[in-house]
């Protein structure tokens, strides 16, 4: 056995046992250098080099060579050497004069020593990595079959109509990664270690995949408008009964049972259960009228004198006396019903902001799967067999470096942080798609009493035609201001009011505003948001009632005050928390801020998938560049981009 033979056979063992043979040898260098310091004077100098080139050993100290042991004086027998006890051989047995047979034994019993140790220490950490790999694979299971399911579900019906979305990238990376990182956790030794390919597994890769992208989906769910709560608030405005007259007889009844023509009679706080004709009125200030609150339908807090012959509304609350009505029209013909019915219309009309992205995965969906696909391809043809691990890590590379978590959370991110920006500034955006689409705004419609102003609670509401405008109600802070700052950059501002011409007129001149209307029921703020629409302006209805809440329903952002009443702000997808109007220039330029942010995000993410997926493929071997990403890269890269995203979008926070 000689020295060529020797490194060769420790070469052999450490393949064999998936060391690292680098490791092992100088570990032998270190154990033969101590081992030769005790033999020569305490000389510390002394130094044992291994060349696994030649064969040769080496050693020698700075003062004088002491020995270079090659093939022709490495003495001993491959029988004595499998003889050598590792735990008996060292120690005081060389002497000065190193015979070739003395170091043999030395440099065997060292080998044999570091191999045995080194086959404890890869045994442990085999079984070590194995409970890991184990135990990782059955977390990243349960996430991707409870957590992930959704997106399964979805990928499949999309495959089955021979289109894609987000979710069919997001099922086919995890999908690939998990099988991948199975397939590795058992037999990753026998099929890449047997051929000296260092393998890994990601599931890692599938369970970020799914959170990132889940995460960002609840921050746009959480954004939603509750369309629940609003129509059950506008449906607890309906009494369930009204007092049916019948000659001399006044019977309550159901209000399923109230025909057209029928006589009711309503009492002071009760609600008025439908729309009809006053035949008779009276209260202790006015013997032949009752003074009706119908601050919920028409905005305007004074309550209004009714006589025989006015009409009153379903909903509306007598506040002083009682009246009798003749039923006009009942069920889904009264006024409150149609607001309902349009509220119910208006909010399932609403479109995700998500929309943008998905659009850009119905081409990114299928490129990156072909990529994919012919990168296996092009590998496996050039190399053959021997190439068919490179050929499934680097499609599966590229796979992971395309998952969807950076363009998943580019536009989500981004919303959040503009929606808390925005709650800094007292203005709540409850609606994602709403932020969005301020930006767009060129038509504003403010409803007066409530919104732009604010009502004198202590005035005497009859003796309220009697009283100065200024006494009666007072313009909101900075209005004026608001609103020509919104005109100067474009935004058209009509003014609506239930109040009459003078008072309109009055305030709309205050405020600054041009455009105005005066006694509006709300059909009038409906049908003026559906015109200026028409006119192709993208409208925002600012109002704080319940009759503000059709045309908030239809406007294209719809923005409630905090102070109005709890129906228009469920209605409402932005709500302003305070009485300063400046808000609302303020929320138009954020909302432009925001969207540019997730347009920045889209871009980046983009361009991280143009350079990354090339190199995730290995196109630069072809300019004979010997660089790569590895999936394990791929999985930290695409963390990385998915933390540059939301990096990105906090600097809204600095704006």
């Avoid at 070469?11 to 030769?36: H, P, R, S, W």
């Avoid at 102070?563 to 109007?581: R, W």
Wanted: aromatic letters at 6%; proline letters at 3%.
């Amino acid at each position: 056995m000689n020295g060529k033979d020797f490194i060769k056979a420790v070469d052999n063992i450490v393949k064999e046992k998936g060391i690292q043979a680098d490791v092992v040898f100088e570990a032998m260098e270190l154990a033969l250098t101590a081992a030769y310091k005790k033999n020569f004077d305490g000389d510390q100098n002394v130094k044992v080099e291994i060349n696994r080139d030649n064969g040769m050993i080496r050693v020698f100290s700075y003062r004088v060579i002491v020995e270079e042991v090659e093939d022709d004086i490495f003495e001993i027998s491959l029988e004595e050497a499998k003889k050598i006890d590792p735990s008996k051989e060292l120690g005081d047995t060389i002497d000065t004069e190193v015979t070739p047979k003395d170091f043999g034994r030395v440099a065997i019993s060292v080998a044999k020593q570091v191999v045995l140790q080194k086959i404890r220490e890869a045994e442990s950490e085999l079984a070590t990595r194995n409970i890991n790999n184990q135990m990782a694979l059955i977390i990243a299971l349960v996430n991707m079959m409870w957590c992930g399911k959704d997106f399964y579900i979805s990928a499949w019906k999309q495959l089955k109509h021979a289109t894609a979305n987000m979710d069919s990238l997001v099922a086919l990376s995890t999908i690939i990664a998990f099988l991948l990182s199975s397939f590795n956790t058992f037999w990753g030794d026998d099929v890449w270690g047997a051929r000296g390919i260092e393998w890994h597994t990601y599931f890692d890769a599938s369970v970020m995949i799914t959170t990132f992208v889940l995460t960002g989906r609840c921050l746009e769910e959480k954004a939603k408008d509750s369309t629940a709560s609003s129509i059950r608030h506008l449906m607890g405005l309906q009494p369930k009964t009204a007092r049916l007259i019948d000659g001399d007889k006044i019977e309550e009844v159901p209000l399923s049972t109230i025909g057209r023509g029928d006589v009711i009679e309503v009492r002071a706080g009760e609600k008025i259960p439908v729309d009809g004709i006053v035949t008779e009125a009276e209260s202790f200030m006015t013997a032949d009228a009752a003074y009706i609150d119908e601050a919920m339908i028409t905005g305007e807090p004074t309550p209004v004198a009714k006589r025989k012959g006015d009409s009153v509304m379903a909903g509306t609350i007598p506040s002083q006396g009682k009246l009798r009505m003749r039923a006009m029209q009942i069920g889904e013909k009264t006024a409150l019903a149609q607001i309902i019915r349009m509220v119910q219309e208006a909010q399932g009309s609403k479109a995700p902001v998500q929309r943008i992205v998905d659009k850009a995965a119905l081409v990114f969906v299928p490129v990156v799967a072909a990529i994919a696909l012919v990168t296996f391809i092009v590998w496996w043809a050039i190399g053959g067999n021997a190439a068919l691990p490179q050929a499934i890590l680097s499609a599966v590379a590229v796979l992971v470096i395309a998952c969807p978590c950076a363009m998943g959370l580019a536009t989500p991110t981004a919303l959040m942080v503009g929606m808390g920006k925005a709650a800094e500034k007292q203005i709540l955006i409850k609606d994602a798609a709403a932020l969005e689409r301020l930006r767009k705004v060129d038509a504003l419609v403010i409803d007066k009493t409530g919104t732009l102003t604010i009502p004198n609670q202590n005035v005497d509401f009859t003796k309220a035609d009697d009283i100065d405008l200024e006494t009666r109600e007072t313009l909101k802070t900075n209005a004026a201001e608001a609103m020509s700052i919104l005109q100067k950059e474009g935004i058209e501002v009509w003014m609506m009011s239930g109040d009459k011409e003078e008072a309109a007129s009055y305030w709309a001149q205050k405020a600054g505003i041009q455009h105005y209307q005066s006694k509006v029921k709300p059909d009038d703020k409906q049908a003026l948001v559906k015109k200026l629409q028409e006119e192709g302006k993208r409208v925002m209805m600012v109002g704080d009632g319940i009759n503000d809440t059709q045309a908030l329903a239809l406007a294209d952002v719809s923005m409630a005050i905090g102070k109005g009443t709890d129906v228009a702000m469920d209605v409402a997808q932005v709500t302003l928390m305070g009485d300063d109007l400046m808000a609302i220039p303020e929320a138009v330029k954020l909302s432009r801020k925001t969207v540019s942010m997730i347009w920045q995000n889209l871009f980046w993410a983009f361009v991280y998938n143009i350079v990354c997926i090339p190199l995730a493929a290995g196109a630069l071997h072809i300019f004979g560049i010997d660089f790569q990403i590895t999936p394990m890269w791929a999985s930290g890269l695409m963390a990385c981009s998915s933390l540059s995203v939301v990096l990105n979008s906090l600097r809204l926070k600095l704006g």
